[in-house]
């Protein structure tokens, strides 16, 4: 969250905006406000006295517009209703809007605020064995991509895109990878040519209306709920237009250059495929994919300092990235060798 205030401080005003706000939903007197997650936005758990919880996100400003919260919202509701996948559902405030907003001294604009259902599901450990929780990834993409395609969007439809343009073009969507934890000429250099040589590959696979649509955009582990055969999928802020298989980039967000990374993308690929057919330009796409996640990771890293994850993994980011550049230029992708550095 990049606000030009000291992070502690934000997080107080952001507690206090959520205390005032809960009139709005009618939360019962005594429901307690935790801080679960701080990301793009503020994530909480509120716990009523009764045992009841519900989880409040309170948006990031200048980040979506009213109609791109709606939007998701929308999707949310038609991939319950129509397709089946349990999703966060949005609960009605008094106005009857699904969409509040609140403000408190301190805070330079008024704040948007979602309140979802609570979601029950256990969230695949990264220290146990990912095989079968990639597959399952891979199955409930391939049906948020079949309803996608079909969705009917509503005339205000607006969400992010993610594309080359929108992660190393002019105005991307998480910043300038430059301004991220990069400081060596020498990986630098690198990085321009992977901008170069990915933006090239990527033009060449195109984004024809099988490949390119709405899609979650961040489906990882962390965002895959599981209740016995049951598979919930959890925040769709990043939803927006872009290659279908960038779910299966966001999907190794962090985990693309370790030992397993191959068996990952194979068990990912065998879930897809009991929904959906890829074919060989799709899997020669995927390096490309993976790497635009690096670029928009790095930049993610430089815009969101203060955040937990990217304390923890901003150091190593650039020489690991630079390792896999270079296996990445000097051999191009191809079905028979979808990643190059693993």
């Not at 009857?96 to 609140?102: D, M, R, S, V, Y």
């Not at 064995?129 to 391939?142: Q, W």
Request: hydrophobic residues 40%; aromatic residues 8%.
């Amino acid at each position: 969250m990049s606000e030009d205030m000291d992070f502690e401080i934000l997080l107080a005003h952001l507690q206090r905006l959520v205390e005032q706000s809960m009139p709005l939903w009618d939360q019962p007197e005594g429901t307690r406000a935790t801080l679960m997650n701080v990301s793009e936005n503020a994530t909480y758990r509120l716990d009523a006295p009764d045992g009841s919880k519900t989880v409040l996100r309170v948006h990031r400003e200048n980040y979506h517009s009213y109609n791109g919260i709606q939007t998701e919202l929308d999707w949310l509701h038609a991939l319950q209703n129509d397709a089946g996948i349990i999703t966060p559902q949005a609960i009605t405030g008094r106005d009857g809007k699904e969409i509040q907003e609140g403000i408190v001294d301190g805070l330079p604009v008024p704040r948007q605020m979602v309140l979802f259902e609570f979601i029950d599901g256990v969230e695949p450990s990264e220290d146990d064995d990912l095989i079968e929780p990639f597959r399952k990834l891979g199955e409930v993409s391939a049906l948020l991509h079949l309803h996608a395609i079909d969705w009917q969007r509503p005339a205000y439809f607006k969400r992010l895109v993610w594309d080359h343009e929108h992660v190393v073009g002019p105005n991307p969507n998480w910043g300038n990878w430059r301004d991220g934890p990069i400081h060596e000429p020498a990986h630098i250099a690198q990085f321009e040519q992977l901008e170069k040589g990915m933006v090239e590959r990527l033009n060449r696979y195109g984004r024809g209306p099988e490949r390119f649509g709405l899609a979650h955009a961040d489906l990882r582990l962390a965002n895959l709920l599981l209740v016995g055969d049951s598979t919930r999928v959890i925040d769709f802020d990043d939803c927006g237009d872009a290659w279908f298989l960038y779910d299966l980039a966001t999907a190794l967000t962090l985990i693309d250059n370790i030992e397993a990374t191959r068996a990952l993308v194979e068990s990912w690929l065998d879930g897809y495929a009991r929904h959906r057919e890829l074919d060989g330009d799709d899997l020669t796409a995927i390096a490309s994919l993976i790497m635009m996640r690096r670029i928009a990771m790095m930049a993610w890293f430089g815009t969101h300092a203060d955040t937990t994850l990217a304390q923890d993994h901003r150091g190593p980011f650039p020489a690991e990235t630079c390792e896999m550049i270079e296996a990445y230029l000097s051999s191009e992708p191809s079905a028979d060798n979808i990643i190059p550095w693993a």
